[in-house]
């Protein structure tokens, strides 16, 4: 099975302790986001897990633990972007450190293993698309031969998305502005030596040199792991995401990264209601158990195919 380390937070920035001890103990609970008293206990342990995917902004604090984790295969996704603190609080004076903190981990795992992501992308009087060609040229100028592909997307404006972000006075680009930015971006791509992919897009980009890409990309991982696997569409995800099937572990409104743009949470209040549950030790991510809890296996194994080639 693939595990999802988390499209729902940043367990690597901000959970690395408690997802190793998760890791040491082999297993984990996972609340159902829809019905809340429904729990699977989820096996993690190697023989089931054909491959991890990081979902960070900033891997720092799990890279002491990247040892402990010799005998997973895994790779990042990597958010890198130009935005400042009216946009991503956390990270915004911590650009450069975050960027060496890229160079380091491509050198330790390996540049085929750490996928930059360039996204959401939106505009605004601050962020326009003059901004991003400079940002995106500047950035694969300094991660050149530090990764192999880039991924872009443009910006969903969900309901709390809508709202996170109405001080920003951000728009979605048009569809022809979305052509200019990935024609752009694709020549840049190309080089700095990189594959450019668009995740979940439904405007066609290929004619500007953008393939449809996939976070959770079967021939990418059965090339990383060195086997061929079973995995089918991920059902669970939207239409235009050609992600393969996949166990994510996060938990919804738990980041405190505090991207405005950020589809995982909610409110503010609901995040600081959750971390206040956070325990390292805990068999759960930022949640107690309760009596009413129903626990059950989730049937986890590996997705190998029988007779690889």
Not at 179 to 201: F, P, T, V
Request: net charge negative; charged share 25%; proline share 4%.
């Amino acid at each position: 099975m693939i595990l999802s380390v988390s499209r729902r937070t940043d367990i690597p920035a901000c959970y690395a302790d408690w997802f190793m001890n998760r890791v040491r103990d082999g297993f984990v609970y996972v609340r159902n986001p829809m019905y809340a008293e429904k729990v699977s206990k989820v096996a993690i342990t190697k023989d089931v897990i054909d491959c991890i995917v990081f979902w960070t902004k900033n891997p720092c604090p799990l890279i002491p633990y990247l040892n402990e984790l010799d005998g997973y295969n895994y790779y990042f996704q990597f958010t890198l972007t130009g935005y400042g603190k009216d946009v991503e609080p956390a990270l915004g004076t911590e650009k450069e450190q975050i960027q060496q903190t890229f160079l380091e981990l491509s050198d330790m795992v390996g540049k085929n293993r750490v996928i930059w992501r360039y996204d959401p992308i939106f505009l605004s009087e601050t962020y326009s698309m003059e901004f991003h060609i400079n940002t995106f040229t500047k950035l694969a100028n300094s991660l050149r031969g530090y990764t192999e592909r880039v991924v872009i997307s443009f910006i969903d404006l969900y309901g709390s998305t809508v709202y996170n972000t109405k001080e920003l006075s951000l728009r979605a680009p048009s569809e022809e502005e979305m052509h200019l930015i990935a024609r752009s971006m694709a020549k840049i791509a190309e080089d700095n030596g990189m594959q450019i992919e668009a995740c979940a897009e439904k405007t066609d980009l290929t004619g500007d040199g953008v393939r449809a890409g996939h976070c959770i990309d079967k021939e990418y991982i059965e090339n990383l792991i060195g086997y061929r696997l079973t995995g089918t569409k991920d059902k669970s995800q939207r239409e235009a995401c050609g992600c393969m099937e996949s166990v994510d572990i996060g938990k919804y409104d738990t980041c405190p990264n505090g991207c405005k743009y950020c589809y995982a949470n909610n409110t503010k209040s609901a995040i600081q209601a959750n971390i206040q549950n956070y325990t390292p030790d805990s068999k759960f991510l930022c949640d107690i158990e309760k009596s009413s809890d129903m626990v059950a296996e989730r049937d986890m194994r590996s997705l190998k195919r029988k007779n690889n080639p």
